[in-house]
């Protein structure tokens, strides 16, 4: 089955996570740094959980699930380790229109998590289709050691050179040259050896090049 990839915004959108233990607290986390707002239901918390929902840093329900629980949710995981209760989500999911995720589950997800390496505003996501989710977790190490902290900055450089070419020429395809002889630049191999300075007097003179002649 070919899956359409994307990258969803949950900021402020109620999300639920049905189950309370440490798959749980890892499927809760990655939702809040997302910004979304989380509901927990489940009749026992790990501590973890108890102490966030008690700070008011998410929602919890302290007893089984219900279908009603769904309502106004953007998505759904089910992190239990009970497979009714996974079943049970799945098919409220299905009657509700709401996504669902069960972990270790390939046939009961609407969606599937993928590994993922982030610098800043740069994601590498890898997936196996739920197929086997062990290989996306070590291409994603590997990720990690090609793509590393220097992209962050680097990305953050992209962002301001693009801001700066869209602000003051009018045509794309100058815009499109400026871009990929930034990218070309030694800005960000300078960047790795911490010599922030130096890679902005790069953007400097990119900019200035493109944006006086084009």
Same mark, same amino acid.
């Given at each position: 089955?070919?899956?359409?990839?994307?990258?969803?915004?949950?900021?402020?959108?109620?999300?639920?996570?049905?189950?309370?233990?440490?798959?749980?607290?890892?499927?809760?986390?990655?939702?809040?740094?997302?910004?979304?707002?989380?509901?927990?239901?489940?009749?026992?918390?790990?501590?973890?959980?108890?102490?966030?929902? @008690?700070?008011? !840093?998410?929602? &919890?329900?302290? %007893?089984?699930?219900?279908?009603?629980?769904?309502?106004? =949710? *953007?998505?759904?995981?089910?992190?239990?380790?009970?497979p009714a209760v996974n079943q049970a989500v799945a098919a409220a999911g299905k009657d509700?229109?709401?996504?669902?995720?069960?972990?270790?589950?390939?046939?009961?997800?609407?969606?599937?998590?993928?590994?993922?390496?982030?610098?800043?505003?740069?994601?590498?996501?890898?997936?196996?289709?739920?197929?086997?989710?062990?290989?996306?977790?070590?291409?994603?190490?590997?990720?990690?050691?090609?793509?590393?902290?220097?992209?962050? @900055?680097?990305? !953050?450089?992209? &962002?301001?050179? %693009?801001?700066?070419?869209?602000?003051?020429?009018?045509? =794309? *395809?100058?815009?499109?040259?400026?871009?990929?002889?930034?990218?070309?630049?030694?800005?960000?191999?300078?960047?790795?050896?911490?010599?922030?300075?130096?890679?902005?007097?790069?953007?400097?003179?990119?900019?200035?090049?493109?944006?006086?002649?084009?």
């Amino acid at each position: 089955m070919r899956l359409y990839s994307l990258c969803l915004k949950l900021e402020g959108r109620r999300c639920l996570v049905i189950g309370g233990g440490n798959v749980a607290k890892r499927k809760v986390a990655s939702l809040k740094e997302c910004g979304a707002d989380v509901l927990v239901v489940s009749p026992e918390l790990c501590p973890e959980l108890a102490d966030r929902a @008690a700070r008011g !840093e998410i929602q &919890a329900l302290q %007893r089984a699930f219900q279908p009603e629980d769904l309502e106004g =949710a *953007a998505l759904a995981i089910a992190a239990t380790d009970n497979p009714a209760v996974n079943q049970a989500v799945a098919a409220a999911g299905k009657d509700a229109g709401v996504l669902v995720n069960v972990v270790d589950v390939p046939d009961l997800c609407d969606f599937y998590v993928p590994a993922s390496v982030r610098r800043g505003d740069l994601e590498i996501a890898v997936s196996t289709t739920g197929a086997f989710p062990a290989l996306a977790k070590r291409l994603r190490i590997e990720l990690e050691g090609q793509f590393g902290p220097e992209y962050e @900055a680097y990305l !953050e450089l992209l &962002a301001r050179f %693009r801001r700066e070419l869209k602000a003051r020429i009018p045509d =794309a *395809a100058i815009r499109n040259r400026a871009e990929e002889a930034f990218l070309d630049s030694p800005a960000l191999s300078l960047l790795a050896q911490h010599k922030v300075h130096e890679a902005e007097q790069v953007l400097a003179e990119c900019a200035a090049r493109f944006m006086s002649d084009p």
